[in-house]
Structures are given as C-alpha cells and as structure tokens.
C-alpha cells in the first residue's frame, strides 16, 4: 500500500505561487508514475502534471504549460508541483497519485486526500 499526503495549498492573489507537496509512504515510489489531477466545482478530476519513474517523460497539461513545473524526489519519496502565475481558473481540489507503472496515462491506483487551492481575481 501506498500513502500519499498532499499540503501546501491555501489562498493567493490571481497571479501568485503555490508549492504544493505530496508526501508518499508505505512503499519507495522509485517505480511509480506520479503526478497530480485537479478537480474544479462542477467539473470532472483531470490530469495537471505527472512524470513517470525514471523522469523521461513529464506530461503537462496545455493550460499549465509554462506556468507549472513538476518535480519529485525519490530519495525522500516526495512529489511537488510549483505553480505560478495562477490564474482564478486555476481553483480546485488538488489532488497527488500515483500508478505502478511506466506511463503516464493509465488507471492511477494511489490517491491522497487532496489539498484546497484557491486563486481570487
């Protein structure tokens, strides 16, 4: 079993940063795929970010792009996402996980409980 604890979320101003961190245990993630969804109200979780095992392949979603940057440490088993320049469309749930597997896409099987983030205009 893997756990994942996600933080760094909260408020900030339409053009700020956040550092969101996902914290994973039970398990060393060197052989997992990671990466985070988000689920704005009213809309279906969707893929952000993620970044297979090995690091060869990150994936960014389109409306990211630029502004995002995935990053993990599998020494400390550890996932983040920098973001900046939020924009208020960037409000939802965040939410990190993680597949036992090579791609990026796919069923992911591990979910933590999801972190807030909220931008105001």
């Known amino acids: 079993q893997v756990q994942l604890v996600e933080s760094g979320g909260g408020l900030v101003q339409s053009g700020g940063s956040l550092r969101l961190s996902c914290a994973a245990s039970?398990?060393?993630?060197?052989?997992?795929?990671m990466g985070w969804f988000r689920q704005e109200p009213r809309k279906e979780r969707e893929l952000v970010a993620a970044?297979?095992?090995?690091?060869?392949?990150?994936y960014y979603a389109d409306f990211v792009k630029g502004r995002f940057t995935l990053s993990r440490d599998n020494a400390k088993n550890t996932l983040y996402l920098q973001m900046n320049s939020l924009k208020p469309e960037d409000t939802g749930v965040y939410y990190c996980?993680?597949?036992?597997?090579?791609?990026?896409?796919?069923?992911?099987?591990?979910w933590g409980q999801g972190t807030q983030v909220t931008v105001s205009s």
């Open positions: 996980a993680a597949r036992l597997g090579y791609s990026v896409s796919g069923v992911y099987d591990y």
């Open positions: 039970g398990r060393t993630l060197s052989r997992y795929t």
């Open positions: 970044r297979n095992w090995d690091g060869l392949s990150t």
